[in-house]
């Protein structure tokens, strides 16, 4: 389920922002979504300017994105460590986030955790006092009914992400379900995250809590920075 909101303008001013940060000589984890596809973008005309930038994509679309920029890439497995990564959100509360509108997340989590520097880039409409968006939440599928009983159980309400201009569900590159559950206002991000890590059969959620070390807001007049 896809975020909607915010100006392709504020969009790019953050992606480019983040892009700004990474020297020669980086290798970079490589979002998914709109607003990491204009880091992306910018950092592949870095490369072609002659900058040496190794990208490690979180997604198929962000390594057909790399490759159509020429920005040489690499699987996690191949490479020592990841310098930074820049990435989207879905939703953003202070440094925790909902991430998982590409069904990326688990992928996503991977590398932003394991990269020194987690930079997220957004627009204002990502923007929240508390997170209240659903939690995508990957699962096995032979496991997907049981895993909707226990987010039931948790308090949330689960529902199979169908796909578009396809009948059945979306199935991730992990080749995976996704259950979008809802939970009204989240006031305890780190508990839920606990909850529905605990649960067999679920793969990855989308709360990535107290990752993030910077977020880059573009909006219309530039860019406002956030650090820890």
């Known amino acids: 389920m896809k975020t909607t909101g915010g100006s392709d303008e504020a969009k790019r001013r953050a992606g480019e922002s983040a892009a700004a940060l990474v020297e020669s000589g980086t290798t970079v984890g490589l979002g998914t979504g709109s607003t990491a596809a204009h880091a992306i973008r910018r950092l592949g005309e870095r490369v072609a300017a002659g900058a040496e930038i190794v990208g490690v994509p979180t997604s198929f679309q962000s390594r057909e994105l790399a490759r159509e920029v020429g920005i040489p890439i690499r699987t996690l497995d191949e490479v020592d460590g990841i310098d930074l990564a820049i990435d989207g ?4 509360a202070a ?10 997340h ?22 929240v006092d508390v997170l209240s ?27 199979l992400r169908r796909a578009e201009r396809k009948d059945g569900p979306v199935v991730t590159d992990n080749g995976n379900l996704l259950l979008d ?10 508990a839920l995250a606990r909850t529905l890590a605990a649960v067999p059969g679920v793969v ?25």
């Open 89 to 92: 959100a879905d939703q953003v």
């Open 95 to 104: 440094f925790d986030l909902v991430k998982g509108g590409g069904a990326a």
């Open 106 to 127: 688990a992928r996503e989590k991977v590398i932003d955790s394991f990269a020194e520097r987690f930079v997220v880039v957004v627009d204002p409409s990502k923007q």
């Open 133 to 159: 968006h659903p939690v995508p939440v990957e699962v096995l599928p032979d496991a997907h009914t049981t895993i909707a009983r226990a987010v039931r159980d948790a308090g949330g309400d689960p529902t």
């Open 181 to 190: 559950c809802e939970f009204g206002e989240i006031t305890d991000a780190a």
């Open 204 to 228: 990855e959620h989308g709360l990535f809590v107290d990752m993030a070390d910077e977020i880059h807001v573009g909006t219309a007049e530039g860019v406002t920075v956030s650090e820890r």
